[in-house]
């Protein structure tokens, strides 16, 4: 398979060494030339991958072609574009609805919206695709999970989860913080929050019937220190304005989405 990107920044770079990880280099890669850097470095390291002349080249050269550039840059980039007909189209661009990119690439008539994250480069995580597209299930299988969604408003919603995770490092930070101010040396209390959080991580599919609600009551012995933070965190309403913050991003993609 040939796959071209418009846009070559930090997202299309963790798709590429991704998918340049997989056996047998099955996808040869077609960039744009800007960021010029990073598209340099990427075809300088990976064979079958190789920088376009411009925007239009990819567009020429590839059938499936993803668009990577930032939403503000979009609407100046793809109308100057020549797509075809028979182009599919996956656009990564967050904040640009379905109808937004289809108007600004006809006539192509096969648009996808998929939503990957940065840990896609070591084929980690999970990517969002909406509509249902069998060949971009299997592309991003390769990659990760994929989760299929039927509306766009599922896929909304869902895309507000990715707004979270610069909240989750800051709460580790502060774990971390607190513990080189209790005398802990930096990389030890680093390792240790890391290989905790890790393991964490796999506890939902190791106990695949057990809803997040319930993980919490297991970790929260009653009496116990997991108990204390949760039901003083709790107290001082920290889950709500959580909650409330993800109703405010939730309305600036929706209003987005709908303009
Ligand atoms: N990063 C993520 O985790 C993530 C996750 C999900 C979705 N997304 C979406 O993916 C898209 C790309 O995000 P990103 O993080 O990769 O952004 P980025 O690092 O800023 O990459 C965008 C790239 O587009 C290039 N560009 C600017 N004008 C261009 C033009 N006229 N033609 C071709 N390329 C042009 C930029 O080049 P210069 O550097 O030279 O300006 C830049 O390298 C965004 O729409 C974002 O919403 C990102």
């Excluded at 960021?35 to 020429?60: G, H």
């Excluded at 240790?192 to 506890?203: E, V």
Aim: some cysteine; overall charge negative; hydrophobic content about 40%.
């Amino acid at each position: 398979m040939k796959l071209g990107f418009i846009g070559t920044g930090a997202l299309t770079s963790a798709i590429v060494v991704g998918l340049k990880s997989l056996d047998g280099d099955p996808v040869s890669v077609v960039l744009s030339p800007r960021n010029e850097e990073i598209a340099a470095k990427l075809a300088s390291r990976y064979p079958n991958t190789r920088v376009a002349a411009d925007n239009q080249e990819v567009l020429d050269d590839c059938d499936t072609v993803m668009l990577a550039v930032r939403p503000q840059d979009a609407h100046q980039v793809l109308p100057e574009l020549k797509f075809r007909r028979d182009h599919h189209l996956i656009s990564l661009i967050a904040t640009l609805s379905h109808e937004e990119i289809a108007g600004l690439t006809a006539p192509a008539s096969r648009v996808t919206k998929a939503l990957p994250m940065p840990m896609i480069a070591r084929r980690l995580g999970a990517t969002i695709i909406y509509p249902p597209d069998p060949d971009v299930t299997a592309l991003f299988g390769g990659l990760g999970k994929v989760i299929e969604v039927e509306s766009s408003s599922e896929f909304d919603a869902l895309s507000v989860v990715t707004a979270t995770y610069a909240t989750y490092f800051k709460y580790l930070d502060t774990i971390h913080r607190w513990l080189k101010a209790h005398d802990v040396p930096d990389t030890k209390g680093r390792d240790y929050i890391a290989a905790l959080f890790t393991a964490l991580g796999h506890a939902p599919e190791t106990a695949p019937e057990a809803d997040f609600t319930h993980l919490a009551q297991d970790y929260a012995t009653r009496g116990g220190i997991n108990e204390q933070v949760l039901k003083e965190l709790t107290a001082r309403n920290v889950f709500d304005a959580l909650a409330e913050s993800l109703d405010g991003v939730h309305r600036r993609i929706s209003a987005v989405g709908a303009t």
